[in-house]
Nanobody, 124 residues
Framework: QVQLVESGGGLVQAGGSLRLSCAASGRTFSVYSMGWFRQAPGKEREFVAA????????YYADSVKGRFTISRDNAKNTVYLQMNSLKPEDTAVYYC?????????????????WGQGAQVTVSS
């Protein structure tokens, strides 16, 4: 079992920045690749970013590429999502998730463990 807890969400104006953190506990964090997904009201959960267990491989949705950065600190059992140049359309609940594969994945179904979510609201 892996327990995931997100933090760092909040309200920010368009053009601003936020950093989400996801702290993991339970089984060895470093053997899991990690992903961030988001879900806006009335929409399906969608992929945002992923990172392999070694952090050498990262993947981004086209909608956030160049604005968001995913990183991880295996010593702290934490994955981060730095979000810059935020837009109102980035408003959503953001979820982190753990995947037992060594490389990151864009596919929601490949993730075994999920956090409870963190609300991010971007005002125009």
């Amino acid at each position: 079992q892996v327990q995931l807890v997100e933090s760092g969400g909040g309200l920010v104006q368009a053009g601003g920045s936020l950093r989400l953190s996801c702290a993991a506990s339970g089984r060895t964090f470093s053997v899991y690749s990690m992903g961030w997904f988001r879900q806006a009201p009335g929409k399906e959960r969608e992929f945002v970013a992923a990172i392999g267990w070694s952090a050498r491989n990262t993947y981004y949705a086209d909608s956030v590429k160049g604005r968001f950065t995913i990183s991880r600190d295996n010593a702290k059992n934490t994955v981060y999502l730095q979000m810059n140049s935020l837009k109102p359309e980035d408003t959503a609940v953001y979820y982190c998730a753990a995947n037992p594969r060594s490389t990151g994945s864009r596919y929601l179904g490949e993730y075994d463990y999920w956090g409870q979510g963190a609300q991010v609201t971007v005002s125009s």
